[in-house]
C-alpha cells in the first residue's frame, strides 16, 4: 500500500503520469497500474481521465493527499522515533595539530555541532605526523594538519591560510622555539637562516605555553599571528611565512552521518575563507 500511496502522490503533485515516472525511475505503464491498483482496492476513482496524459484530480483524490501528506509527516516522526531507539549515537573523532586545534577548531565545532546533534564528537590535539597517523590507522576519523603531508590512504584538501608573525621582546637574545617535528619549527628554522642567527633558544611545545612566556616578557618567537593578544608585540614576515593549514580524511567512509559531516566540513571552507 505504500508503494501504491507514494506512486499517487507523485502523480497527484506533477499532474502527469510520465513526470511521475521519471521522478520514481518506473515506466509510465507502471505508474498508469498502481493507480489503477490503488483505485481498486479503495474502491474509489481518483482521477478524471481527459486526454493521453492530461487528466483532473477528483474530490476524493483531494481527500487522500492532504491526508497522505499528514501520514508522511506522522511516518517520518515514527522512523525517528525508531531510530533514536535501535540506533546507536554515532561517534566523530577530530583530531588537529596544536594551532589549528587551539584557534581555528572551536569555529568549527561551533557549527558541527548545531549541524549534527545527534552526533558525539571527540577532540583531540598532536602533531602534523602524528594527527596523519591516526587517520591512516583509523584512530580518528578526521584531521587537520599545518604540513602538507600526504599518503596514498589520505585525501587532502588545503583550506585555509596562517600567517606567522615575529613576536615578543626582540631586544632578547632567546627565542622560544618549537619542537623540530612542528610546523612552525622549519619556519623558525628558515628565519634565523635568512638573518644569520645562532640564537639561544628554549624548546617548548606547546602554542600556549609559548605564548604565556611571551605575555611575561620572555623571550621572542615565530608563531600564528592568530595566537596573539594586546599584550605581545609583533611584527610582519615576508609572504613566505604563510603557512597552509590542510583537511584530510581516509579514502573511504562507510557511515553515512560521517560522510555528510565530511561533505559539511569540507564545503564550509570553501564557503569560507578563513585567514
Known amino acids: 500500500m505504500f508503494k501504491l500511496l507514494k506512486t499517487f502522490r507523485a502523480v497527484y503533485e506533477t499532474r502527469n503520469f510520465s513526470k511521475a515516472a521519471e521522478l520514481l525511475y518506473i515506466s509510465q505503464p507502471a505508474v498508469s497500474n498502481q493507480i489503477k491498483q490503488l483505485e481498486e482496492e479503495l474502491d474509489i476513482q481518483l482521477f478524471v481521465r481527459n486526454g493521453r496524459q492530461e487528466f483532473i484530480t477528483t474530490k ?39 594551532t589549528f586545534a587551539v584557534y581555528y577548531l572551536p569555529e568549527l565545532m561551533e557549527q558541527l555541532i548545531r549541524e549534527f546533534p545527534e552526533v558525539s564528537f571527540i577532540l583531540d590535539m598532536d602533531n602534523s605526523e602524528q594527527v596523519l597517523d591516526s587517520i591512516e590507522k583509523h584512530q580518528a576519523h578526521f584531521g587537520f594538519i599545518e604540513k602538507p603531508l600526504i599518503t596514498d590512504a589520505i585525501i587532502r584538501q588545503e583550506i585555509l591560510s596562517d600567517e606567522l608573525v615575529h613576536a615578543g621582546d626582540f631586544s632578547q637574545g632567546l627565542w622560544l622555539v618549537r619542537e623540530n617535528n612542528s610546523g612552525v619549527f622549519h619556519y623558525t628554522e628558515r628565519y634565523f637562516l635568512e638573518h644569520n642567527l645562532t640564537p ?76
Open 60 to 98: 476524493q483524490a483531494d481527500i487522500l493527499y492532504h491526508h497522505l501528506l499528514n501520514l508522511s509527516d506522522d511516518w517520518e516522526d515514527t522512523l525517528h522515533a525508531l531510530r533514536i531507539q535501535t540506533i546507536p549515537k554515532e561517534t566523530c573523532k577530530i583530531i588537529a595539530s596544536n
Open 200 to 275: 639561544q633558544k628554549m624548546i617548548i611545545k606547546n602554542n600556549e605555553m609559548i605564548v604565556r612566556c611571551l605575555e611575561q616578557g620572555i623571550g621572542q618567537s615565530i608563531i600564528s599571528k592568530r595566537a596573539l593578544n594586546e599584550k605581545i608585540k609583533w611584527r610582519s614576515l615576508n609572504q613566505d611565512y604563510q603557512r597552509k593549514f590542510y583537511f584530510i580524511k581516509r579514502q573511504h567512509i562507510e557511515s553515512f552521518q560521517l560522510r555528510a559531516i565530511e561533505k559539511y566540513i569540507s564545503q564550509y571552507y570553501q564557503q569560507n575563507k578563513v585567514q
